[in-house]
C-alpha cells in the first residue's frame, strides 16, 4: 500500500490478476485482458467512444442494460435498436446485417433475469459485448461467444468498486485500434486503446485503488484453486436453489422473474404478497445486522433481492429465510 502503481510490485500484481482471469476464463486464443479506471457506468462510455461504430442493437431488461442503451445513443453514433423487455423477463438479440455493435447484460442486477452468453448469426465484422459486473467469476460461459466480456470487481470477486476489467477478443481489438485511427475525440481517460496500452504494461492510466487489485487477486486465486469457473457455478447454483426451495414452499412469497431458464443464480429476487410490506422486513432485518436485501430502488415493487455470489454461505442464506420467517410472524 502506497507504493506507485508503475512499480514492480504492482504491475506484478496486475499481471497476475490478468493471468489468473485468463485461466478462469479458459484462455481463448487471442484474447487480453484490459483494465482501467472507473467501474461498469465508466466502461458504457468508453465503449460509445472506443468500441460502437455503425448501427447497434442493445437488449434491455432491466436498469443496466438500459444505461448502457442510452449511452450508445451518443450524438457521434447511430441511434441504436433496443429490443426492450419487460422487467423480470427477457427477449433476445436478433441478428440484423448492418448491425455492427451487440450489446446487452449477461445478468440484469436489478431484476435477477439473466441472459445466454450467445452469438447470434451477423455480419462478419459485428462485436458483441456481454456486460457481466454480476455475473462474471460466478457463472460459466463460453468466452469464444463474445468479443467484450467486462465487469466490475466487487460482486463474486469480493472486491471493492473503482475499476473496470475486460475480456477482449482479437477482433473486439481490432476494432478498437481501427477507431482509434480514426477522426472520432476520444477523451483521454475514455480510450481504451490507451486502457489497452497501460494494460499491456501491467498497469491503469491513473493510480488504482491497490486494495482492489490485492482483493480481486486473492478471489480470483481461491477460485481458480477450487476448481475454475465450473465450480464457481456449482456454488452460485447451490446458493440459489437454497431460496428457491425456500419460495416455493413459502404461502407469502413468489419468484419476481416468472420464466425458470431467465432466472439468474447469482441475483434472487422475489416478490412478497401484498399483505406483507418487504420493505418492513428489509428493515428490521437491517437494524439486526442482515444487510442489503433491498429490492432495486426503481422498480417500485414489493420485494426482496438477495445476492449468491461464490462466496454466499448456504449457513447463512439458511439463516436469513428463518429470519424473514420470523421477522412477517411478528408484523
Not at 501491467?202 to 477450487?226: D, H, M, R, W
Request: charged share 20%; glycine share 6%.
Amino acid at each position: 500500500m502506497g507504493t506507485s502503481h508503475r512499480q514492480a510490485p504492482i504491475k506484478n500484481l496486475v499481471a497476475e490478476i490478468q493471468n489468473g482471469l485468463l485461466e478462469l476464463f479458459g484462455n481463448p486464443s487471442g484474447y487480453e485482458i484490459a483494465l482501467g479506471n472507473g467501474g461498469s457506468t465508466a466502461f458504457w462510455d468508453v465503449a460509445a467512444y472506443s468500441l460502437a461504430e455503425g448501427p447497434s442493437q442493445a437488449l434491455v431488461h432491466g436498469e443496466f442494460g438500459a444505461k448502457f442503451a442510452s449511452a450508445l445513443a451518443a450524438p457521434f453514433l447511430d441511434k441504436p435498436e433496443v429490443i426492450q423487455a419487460e422487467a423480470g423477463s427477457r427477449k433476445d438479440l436478433i441478428g440484423r446485417a448492418g448491425i455492427k455493435t451487440y450489446v446487452y447484460p449477461q445478468n440484469e442486477t436489478s431484476t435477477g433475469v439473466i441472459a445466454p452468453v450467445k452469438r447470434v448469426a451477423a455480419d462478419a465484422d459485428a462485436i458483441f459485448l456481454t456486460d457481466a459486473t454480476s455475473a462474471a467469476g460466478g457463472i460459466a460461459f463460453d468466452a469464444l461467444e463474445t468479443d467484450v466480456y467486462y465487469f466490475a470487481p466487487q460482486k463474486n470477486f469480493a472486491s471493492d468498486g473503482g475499476l473496470w476489467l475486460a475480456l477482449l477478443s482479437p477482433q473486439a481489438i481490432e476494432r478498437v485500434e481501427k477507431i482509434a485511427k480514426s477522426d472520432r475525440y476520444i477523451p483521454e481517460f475514455l480510450s481504451l486503446k490507451i486502457a489497452l496500452d497501460n494494460s499491456r504494461l501491467n498497469q491503469t492510466l491513473n493510480t488504482p485503488a491497490l486494495a482492489t487489485l490485492f482483493l480481486l487477486n486473492e478471489q480470483v486465486k481461491y477460485i481458480n484453486s477450487s476448481g475454475g469457473l465450473s465450480w464457481a457455478d456449482q456454488q452460485t447454483r447451490k446458493a440459489s436453489a437454497l431460496l428457491g426451495d425456500w419460495v416455493r414452499k413459502t404461502s407469502y412469497v413468489d419468484f419476481f422473474v416468472k420464466d425458470e431458464s431467465q432466472r439468474s443464480q447469482v441475483v434472487v429476487t422475489m416478490d412478497f404478497a401484498e399483505n406483507i410490506d418487504a420493505a418492513e422486513i428489509v428493515k428490521v432485518l437491517r437494524q439486526n445486522g442482515i444487510v442489503d436485501t433491498d429490492p432495486y430502488r426503481k422498480l417500485g415493487k414489493n420485494q426482496m433481492r438477495v445476492a449468491t455470489f461464490v462466496n454466499s454461505d448456504l449457513a447463512d442464506l439458511e439463516k436469513l429465510t428463518k429470519a424473514i420467517e420470523y421477522v412477517v410472524e411478528r408484523l
